[in-house]
C-alpha cells in the first residue's frame, strides 16, 4: 500500500480531526453512487477503496496497531472479517457475505448493520435492508457512506456502492405487461 497519509493528501502530524474530515471529503468525491452508469464508475470504486484502506490503516496505526478501532467502515484494515464481507459484497457474492455477517460474534456495530442492510437490499428486501442502514445510521450519524446509501434506498435504489449494476427494480410490472402485449400483437400479425 501507498502510503496513507498521501492518499488522503494529510501530513502525518495531522491531527484526528483534520485526518478524518480529509477522509469525508474524499468519501464524497469518490463514492461509486456517485458514479452510476458513468465509464468511471471503476475506477471511483477503487479509489474509494484505497481511501477507505488508507483511513484504517491510519487509524490501525494510530491505535498502537491493535486492529481495535472505531466502528464503521473506515475503522478496520484489510484482516478483519468485516473487510472480507465488504470485499464478498463488492463483487456480487452476497450469499457468501450473509454467513459471514451471521457468524460474526459482535453484531452491534454500525458496520455490521450498514453490511447487512445492503445484503438485504440486494436480496430485494428493501424495508428490512432500510432498517438495518438507518441503525448504522444513528450508530455512527457521521459517516457519509451510510448517509448516502440511505438516501439511494429511500428514493428506491436498492443499488449498493459496491455494485453499480442494474437491479430488479429497473423493471416494472408495467414493463412486463408492455412486453407481453407487444408479443401478443407480433403474434397475431405472424398468423
Not at 501507498?2 to 464524497?28: C, W
Not at 472479517?81 to 459484497?89: F, Q, V
Not at 460474534?105 to 454500525?110: D, I, R
Amino acid at each position: 500500500m501507498t502510503d496513507p497519509y498521501k492518499v488522503l493528501g494529510v501530513s502525518p502530524d495531522a491531527t484526528d480531526e483534520e485526518i478524518k474530515k480529509a477522509y469525508r471529503n474524499l468519501a464524497k468525491k469518490y463514492h461509486p453512487d456517485n458514479y452510476v452508469d458513468n465509464p468511471l464508475s471503476d475506477l471511483a470504486s477503487d479509489k474509494m477503496k484505497e481511501i477507505n484502506e488508507a483511513y484504517g490503516e491510519i487509524q490501525r496505526l494510530r491505535s498502537g496497531g491493535s486492529g481495535n478501532t472505531s466502528s464503521g467502515s473506515e475503522g478496520y484494515g484489510q484482516e478483519s472479517s468485516l473487510y472480507k464481507i465488504r470485499r464478498l459484497i463488492q463483487q456480487g457474492r452476497y450469499s457468501e457475505a450473509e454467513i459471514y455477517l451471521e457468524r460474526e460474534p459482535n453484531k452491534n456495530t454500525a458496520e455490521w448493520h450498514y453490511l447487512t442492510g445492503i445484503i438485504y437490499a440486494h436480496k430485494g428486501w428493501l424495508l428490512e435492508g432500510r432498517n438495518h442502514i438507518e441503525t448504522a445510521c444513528r450508530m455512527d450519524p457521521s459517516n457519509p457512506e451510510y448517509q448516502i446509501s440511505l438516501q439511494k434506498l429511500s428514493q428506491g435504489a436498492a443499488s449498493s456502492p459496491f455494485n453499480t449494476s442494474q437491479t430488479a427494480t429497473s423493471c416494472s410490472g408495467c414493463d412486463i405487461c408492455m412486453g407481453l402485449m407487444c408479443l401478443d400483437m407480433i403474434c397475431g400479425c405472424m398468423r
